[in-house]
């Protein structure tokens, strides 16, 4: 059997990892990397530190708008699955580089199982909102994390081949943040001590694309006068300077403005952190896995497990909001584990039980 995994930017190369590991065993295996993610420490430092296989094709299609990248991407993926003819083509998540290899590969006739499907924050002014619906649709095999995201999946109409498989990156966070805690000396590099920092990340689209949003955020950050650590995300660090709010950051003590960081390097940043600020859609996730309380800049989320349990708040970019819950916000009540255990292992074990002869 040959399975060809298309990933393009960090959050798929975790999703992709254990499942990998259990392909492995049993499945002729391409990995293909868009390139949509392209800086050193957001891509092949990740697959070094997670002991991946280097990709087998990359495609170096690197940034641009959602139509040109999206568009480059499928001519591309398409001329190496006429190549390869794999039998089943894996997409994760809800980028430019999921939507374009699940187009791709259906056009050609070619089954397609997506990642982390029915997942719907019911905001399509969002990119990966519209993403996630369309991959959704063209998808033969639907492997979902929730039994929200099924529901979510029967409401649209899609009721067959719909796996509750619990969600990949469990088994990722599990099996690295041991590997983070004995080989990441990030809090001795950057003076920290656990749970007496907040972390911040920023990336969306909405939050970096008006002036408006983002200023709001940075304001909250430097009136919250809380020790702060704000990796820069490209597309940030590019808006913070067009804007010119860079002297707000640079005169603040409080944020520790740093490049982004390797994956291991993250994952110790975060687990030790008291709170998480961010846009990011793993992130929330990720901090709901890890027992850390998130507060996350949008007025949705596909995630909507971590708010029901507590443990995530939704402040959008009103800055009374944002200071507010860095200073109150905190989960009344254990987290249930609503993502589940011993995801990939549940999908390996349904892509090996196929009939690849129909």
Known sequence: ???????????????????????????????????????????????????IMKPGYHLNVGSGRHGEQTG??????EKLLLKERPDLVLVFGDTNSTLAGALAASKLKIRVGHVEAGMRSFDKSMPEEVNRI????????????????????????????????????????????????????????????????????VH?????????????????????????VFP??????????????????DGCNSIKMINPLGYLDFLKLIENAKKIITDSGGIQKEAYILGVPCITLRDNTEWVETVEEGWNILVGTNKERIIDAIH????????????????????ATIINSLRWDE
């Open 1 to 51: 059997m040959k399975v060809m995994l298309i990933v393009g930017v960090r959050p798929e190369f975790v999703q992709c990892a254990p499942l990998l590991k259990e392909l492995d065993q049993s499945c002729e295996i391409i990995l293909v990397h868009t390139g949509q993610h392209y800086d050193f420490e957001m891509s092949e430092l990740l697959f070094n530190q997670l002991n």
């Open 72 to 77: 480059k991407m499928i001519r591309k993926i």
């Open 232 to 249: 820069i995300h490209p597309r940030t660090k590019k808006a913070i300077e067009m804007y010119e709010l860079c002297k707000e950051l």
């Open 328 to 347: 109150n916000f905190n989960p009344k009540r254990m987290q249930n584990y609503a993502y589940g255990y011993g995801a990939s292992k549940n999908m």
């Open 204 to 228: 969306r689209e909405r939050n970096t694309s008006k002036k408006g949003y983002l200023k709001n955020i940075v304001d909250s950050f430097v009136e919250a006068e809380e020790m702060i």
């Open 134 to 201: 369309l991959t959704d649709h063209c998808s033969d095999l639907l492997f979902c994390s929730t039994k929200t995201a099924v529901d979510n999946l029967k409401n649209e109409g899609i009721v067959n081949n719909i796996y509750l498989t619990g969600d990949v990156m469990v088994d990722s966070l599990l099996y690295n943040r041991e590997i983070a805690e004995r080989n990441s000396n990030i809090l001795y590099q950057l003076n920290l001590r656990p749970n007496e920092y907040i972390v911040a990340t």
